[in-house]
Structure formats: C-alpha cells, structure tokens
C-alpha cells in the first residue's frame, strides 16, 4: 500500500509547480532554518536598541562599530580601515568621512593651497649655485600625511647661504592637522626628487633653512597622494591594506595603509557607470548599469580588470551582498553572483524572470545571514495588494532553495564579529534568530504527493527532534517571566484593545487583543489536505494518530505549524504499515 515519509525537508522552488518539487522540497517554508535537515524554528527577534535623533522611517543604514550604532538618512558603506588604530571610514554621507572616538573628520586632507616664497641671505663660501625648489604638506595628529603644496619660486643658492621660507597657510581646521614637513629639491627640478627638510609643528611663522646638501634625506612619500573625490562611493575594505571605492565609471584604490590618500595614477574605469562593488578575496566585482566586471590583484599598482561578457547590470546598490565566497546583487532577470567560477543568474532555478521582476528588485534591502542571502521586499501584486517580508537564499548546496519570513526590515546589517544580523524596523534595531530567545511558530507545506492512484491515508505518525537544550529552556521560562510582566503592566489599562474597533484592523489575530500569550510548551499543528481539501488537523507528537477515513484522492500535502523542531513525518494506510516504512 502507498505510504509517505518525510526524514529530510528543504525549502521552496517557486519556479516549479508544486507536483514537480523534489520530495524534500515545500510550496511555503516560513520562519524555518533548515540547517540539518530537520524542520527547525528560528528564534524571536530579539530587541538590541533604540536610534535616537533620527525620525523613524528616515533611517536608511545602521551600523555597528564596535558597541556603537550608528544610523544614516542615505546609503552609506563603512568599513574599519587597515590601520593600527580604531577608525572607521565611510562613504554616502555627503563627502567621505573619518570617525575616531566618535569624532567625524573629513576624509579627504588638502594640500596648502599657495606656494612658498624663499629668498637667500648670508655671505657664500663658494662660487658654486644650486637652484633649489620647496614644497610643505600638512601632517594630522592620526600620523597622515597630505600631498605637497606648489613648489617654490626657483631660488640659486650658494654654500655658506641660509633660505628662508615665508607664505606658510595657518593650517585648516576640521581636519586634527598638528604639523608641517617641509622637503626641497637637490638640483631645483621636482622630478629629480624631493627630500626631507624639517619637521615642525603647524605654524605660518617664517622658516630658515641652513642648507645641507651632503645631508641624506628621505624622499616625500606623498608626491601624488590625491585627496579622494567628494563624491567617492561604496567603500570597500580588501587585503594588503587596500580599501576601494567608485566615483562614476572610475573605479579608485586608496595608498595601502593611506585610506585617506587615493592617487589618481590607480583609476581603472568602465564602460558603464559603476553601480556597486563587493569583494570576495583579492577578487573585487565592480556591479555596472551594463556587464559586470571582475578586478583582482594584491597592489594598487598592478590590479587586473577583466570585463565578464554578460549582461547582467546591476538595479540595486542597497541588494548588493558580500557573502564570503561570492558576491551577490539584484539584476533585471534574477539574483545574480560572481564568484571564483564565474558570473551566473543563480535564481534561474528559482524564479521566473517575471517572478522575480514582481518582487521589484530595484527596491530590495540585502544582507546576509549564516552564508545565506537575506532580502527585505515591499512590493504591490498584480492585483493591487501589498505585499511585504523578507526571504533567504540558500546557495551552498547544489539546488538553490528560498526560505521565507514576514518581517520586512527598513534597514538590514551584518556584523562580522558576532555573526550576528540586525533588522531596523522603523528606529528600533533587532536582532534576527538571537540565541536565548524562545522558538517563532514554523510553517513549512511539502509538495504535492501525487499517488499512482486515489488513496486513503489512515495514520499519521510526527516525531519531535528531541529535548529541549538548557539554552533553550532558559529562553522559554525568560519568555513567560516578560509575558507575565508586561500583562500584569497593561491589564489595568482602560482597555487591552481587544473590544470591536479597539485596534487599528490587523494589529492582532481574530480574537486577540494586548494581552501576551505565555506558553512554553512544545506546540504543533499539521494540516492534511486531499485534493486540495483540508481534512485533517493533528496535534500530536511521537505518537500515532488517526486520520478521517471514507475517502480517497490521488493528490496529498502536509501543512506544519510548530515552535518546536520536526524531525520526521509519516502517512500511512494504518498503523501497522507506519511502524514498517
């Protein structure tokens, strides 16, 4: 006699019809994880903290930087830089910035505006003339150095002679700038080199100069360490002290170990305005309006940029996700990635162009989460309804399967130390599957099960995944103690919204109202349905139950809601055939 049995579950295929899943595949899987192969809940979300000063629904980034959250009203990317103290750099915020100590300074450091003035005195010693050429650059008191100023009026000097030095700029503010370091030539041509003079500390004083030509010096290591544009984006941190950017169709890297100085010599550009960048390695892929492109290379000086012969543009900067071993981004036929092996539309397997085109990938919210791609959307379906959550892609295996939640974030961050990603949902910040918090209610459906011919199912057999751990216990008692407090808080309210026009419609399920449900036991329900036909509900774990007999149909699904974790399902004609399949 037909049977079923259900020892793995995975995600949802949209692309295929429901007949057509693999047997371990789901029409819906919600709040589920699907890490081991069992059907497992995600845990609450759990509440992290409160952005001030911003209104909400204004917030388009949030941060973490460190146990500091910081929050912006545009798309702004931050990354720690390559540097032995703790700075953060970022781009989108009007030109880049700078944050140390939670001090903002501009990125960008420029060099004096005018030129010195230098004019000789003393007695020479020797027939012999020199022309020299001076330049000062700006030091900040974070040890950065900007590019030189003009050069000097050519001045003939002759052994025995002294230099001075006037037109020094009172150094600007806003930019921590302490110090001056003053460099000559040795033959008056710039190209010959410039070389260490002096040291000072930031002053429009005069300076003299007792020249010492036979005195080596250092070279100016700031020669062509340009200020980075105004509107440089999407900055990125790589290996070896790099860090990249875009402005337009020119891709830029900063000096290694210089965040701050991004040399005009190490712009690679596109054919297409850059949209987006994302690195995995030392491979950078530059995301266009046009073909993508793959840049690899250890130094600024020597990278390689290769143009990948598809057209895959990018629609969505803000979709845009590093996910270790790849990069993915939004395009106009589907979720596409570039890795090591090359560039791909991996959502073909699991959309429809047209599909996915309603999901408006232009106004997706991407992060990651446990190697997975997780995307908030809000879009209007075709028949005028809103629709609103999030999803997840798993790619790490060799079928690609989508895992859904109905949270919709209006911002989304990883943080790499923790492992842990944050939701913004207005000004509040959440962390998604937070350990410690109690189990979210799981739906998961399976496929439809097509018998050769119509069938009855008479038992039915749901087997738990085990115990719960002490991390989790803890979590549920925790859950009651706040659901018992909050109650106790709101009970003596006027009214717990639960009256006809209490609440605004949709804030709680029919019949629900303010008031907090604490339950810490393990609940299931699994629907059974035949030929579409809803005919059973079963509650009951690790031992058999009964289904409705007197029927038969060709066509069967199963339907899970739970908060606790699913290891197996079985059906069967009886009970004596469940206990051999």
Known sequence: ???????????????????????????????????????????????????????????????????????????????????????????????????????????????????????????????????????????????????????????????????????????????????????????????????????????????????????AQEPIPSIDWDPPPATLQGLTALPNGLMAAFNGKDLMFCEPWRPHAWPEKYVLTTDYPIVAIGAFGSTIAVLTTGNPYVVTGTSPDSMSMEKVEQNIPCVNARAVVDLGYSVAYPSNDGLAVISSSGASVMSDALFTRSDWQKMSPATLIASQFAGRYFASYGYVDTDGRPQTGSFLVDMTGQTPFLLRTNLKADALTYDIPTGAMFMLFGNEVYEWDAVGQSNATLTWKSKQFVMPKPTNFGAIFIEAGGTRTPEEQAAYEQQIADDNAWNAAHFPNPSIEGEVGGAAVGAYAVGGDLMRRANDRPFVSVNIYADKKLVANVSTLNRVARLPAGFVARVWEIEVNSNTQIAEIGLATNAQELALI
């Open 1 to 215: 006699m037909p049977t079923l049995k259900l020892t793995q579950f995975s995600g949802e295929v949209p692309r295929l019809l429901p007949r057509l899943l693999a047997d371990t595949a789901s029409q819906n899987a919600v709040n589920v994880r699907l890490e081991d192969g069992s059907l497992t809940p995600v845990r609450q979300r759990k509440f992290t903290t409160t952005i001030a000063g911003l209104a909400a629904g204004s917030i388009r980034t949030v941060y973490k930087n460190g146990a500091e959250w910081l929050a912006w009203t545009t798309d702004v990317d931050a990354a720690p830089g390559p540097v032995a103290t703790d700075r953060l750099y970022y781009t989108g915020d009007g030109a880049p910035k700078m944050r140390v100590a939670g001090v903002v300074y501009p990125l960008a450091i420029s060099p004096p505006a005018g030129a010195l003035a230098g004019s000789v005195s003393g007695s020479a010693t020797s027939s012999d003339v020199t022309t020299l050429l001076y330049v000062y650059t700006w030091v900040t008191s974070f040890g950065e150095e900007s590019a030189p100023s003009p050069a000097s009026n050519f001045i003939n000097w002759q052994p025995g002679q002294t230099v001075t030095l006037s037109g020094f700029a009172a150094a600007p503010a806003g930019r921590s700038i302490t110090k001056q370091r003053i460099y000559r030539t040795q033959s008056g041509n710039v190209s010959s080199g410039l070389y260490f003079v002096a040291e000072r500390a930031a002053s429009s004083a005069n300076y003299a100069d007792v020249v010492n030509l036979s005195a």
